[in-house]
């Protein structure tokens, strides 16, 4: 196999460049292949004559207890079965010739199942260190603790590793989200030129080498003018071996060629990871050789993962006075919310505490594709157009945000003075409910170390070669389209209100079932009550009805006219009291009564309806029409007969017209949630219902005309007609144009 080298690394491979397998290590140790269970030794890297004095040749295919001994070979094998952080660095002696050399033997699992034994000598001086070190480590990490925000605890941690390692700079990169560094902390040598504050492209750490950062927390490169090693390839099949978790594992020549370019001649890298992801490092630069011993390494990689646990915490320190400032907001809202049955409605009585909350300066709510415009946000239109594309860009955590929407989505380029930053909620993906927050253009100068596009060379054939940068040198760019970025407790301060609007909705419904409930049993009560009442009250209203009607046929000529006049009208009352009890006591057998539900031939009903209509009515023509043959209806028959007459009576009875007609028909639906798919509609030519009472004429015993105009009546008749309709599961509902006509419509489930 051959030695990656910078001249076989192209730009349009370097991200599937396979550093995990270089075939070579750097040659400050030696590193051993071995396999289970008998430690048997596959490959060795060629340095070991240098190192140990025993050739490669010598080595293959031997157990290693014929080089380490027996007792040393059963403390390996039974590190096997630990985990390999709790047991490295072993402590390895070598005899030969009567000479003792002393090794820190590094084991670990490769990701091809072979056993990795990596050695590198130990100097008595390392080992006196440690506990100068481990007290150090003890400082850093009170010291830690008392960190107020990220930006302390970073400053406190490059001082700190500084002191620890010696090395000239040491720096904490953070990774944006577009892959792209920034510096945010820095401690050097008083000579060396600053890098604070500058950012750096996203390829200036490809792809393979940030998965490597994610598996192997620290890398050490001594000297970047060392020369690789090989490591021969697999003897069996030929395959290098997976070096992923190596601590000598060689340096792609990319990055060795990039780190020359900034003068530096040994480096290290300790990787922070936030929520499985890398975060940044802690970039350690040297412009001479520098080795370190594996007990401090493994001291940096502790204080790494110690400050990895720390981010979050300390992040949320970081402008603490505006994340209080804008908690605040949302019990306001909260309570805002809770007095209304519309979230929109509620959030709108609110415009400023809307945007507050998440520093935006517009905001669109949408129910449904009806949008409501807050602040300074795009047209309507163009907002339409980008929730449909939103549907497909929200996350599981219902929530889209960025600070360049035009990246994603070009059509933003129409509004990017109002909305070049998007932060979007989806309420419901099944109503279609969102908040959209947006936040203007904002233009920023941002200083990269050196041209961050200056990365790509063409050569004479055309082609692309990743080529290192060559200065490094402040470099300032004017970004445009951008807004400012969303800030974590934005972001969280969004998806609480999301849950609070939620909330707050699913409460309201638990609230309106518990009414239904109530309301239910209440109806229950009532028609049981009315049932009673108009029962008992029939017999003694009889009673007065009788006695007043014998008073004025035996008494009469007795009585003066104002004593006929009372018993009269005491007759009348009584009349009149009685019909309004049969009213009642009909209504409360509506609820009471069980439907006998069967196939019912709507026409025959009609047909017996107008049957009737025709012998009431022989004075005067009556048209009856209907358009198209009713349908097959599964219903109480007497029942709805009662709601077609009812109907068609009232068209009759309301009706000034010199040529009355009535027309019934159905109408198709499309079949809905309820399980409707038709309705029926009742229509006429009379004067109409003014808009004013469309919504009081189903009340019982109301009445739009005096008793004495249009026949009378009860006021009970529409009132009975929606029980009915409501007992068989559908609704009825009224258009009218006063003066022309009105159309009832019924459905039935």
Known sequence: MDIVTAANVTLTNCDKEQIHIPGSIQPHGVLFVLREPQLGIVQVSQNTEDLIGISPDDLVGEPLVNLLGQQQSELITHCLAKDFEQVNPLKITLTLDNQKYLFNGIVHRSPDSYIILELEPLTSSQDNKFFQFYQMTKGTLSKMQN???????????????????GFDRVMVYRFAPDKSGHVIAETKRDDLTAFLGLHYPATDIPQPARRLYQLNLLRLIPDLDYQPVELPPNPEDHQPFDLSYSVLRSVSPIH????????????????????????????????????????????????????????????????????????????????????????????????KNLLNLVGAQGAILSIEGELTQIGTTPQKSDSSLLIQWLKTKINEQNIFYTDCLIKEYAAAADFTQVGSGLLALEISKIREHYILWFRPEVLQTVNWAGNPSKGVKVEADGSLILSPRQSFNLWKETVKYTSLPWKNCEIKEAIELKNTIIDIVLRKVDELAQLNLELQRSNIELDAFAYVASHDLKEPLRGIHNYSTFLLEDYAQILDQEGIYKLQTLVRLSKRMEELINVLLTYSRLGRTELALQPTDAEKLIKNIENVVNINQADEEIEIRIPRPLPLIACDPILVAQVFDNLIQNAIKYNNSPQKWVEIGWLDLQTNEAGENFAFYVKDNGIGIREKHLDVIFRIFKRLHGQSKYGGGTGA?????????????????????????????????
């Open 256 to 351: 060795i060629e990039y780190l020359k370019n900034m003068g530096v001649q040994a480096s290290m890298s300790i990787s922070l990871i936030q929520n499985q992801k890398l975060w940044g490092l802690i970039a350690c630069h040297h412009y001479s050789p520098k080795y370190l011993s594996y007990e401090i390494r493994t001291a940096c990689e502790f204080l790494g993962q110690v400050i990895s646990l720390e981010i979050d915490s300390k992040e949320e320190n970081q402008d603490l006075d505006y994340k209080q400032s804008i908690k605040m907001i949302h019990p306001q809202l909260i309570e805002i919310l809770s007095q209304t049955d519309d979230w929109v409605e509620g959030l709108g009585r609110s415009p």
């Open 147 to 165: 960190a107020f925000n990220l930006q302390d605890l970073s400053k406190i941690i490059v001082e700190e590793i500084k002191a620890l390692t």
């Open 717 to 749: 008749g529409l009132t009975i007609v929606k029980k009915i309709v409501e007992r068989h599961g559908g609704k009825i509902w009224v258009e009218s144009i006063y003066g022309e006509g009105t159309i009832f419509y019924f459905t039935l489930k």
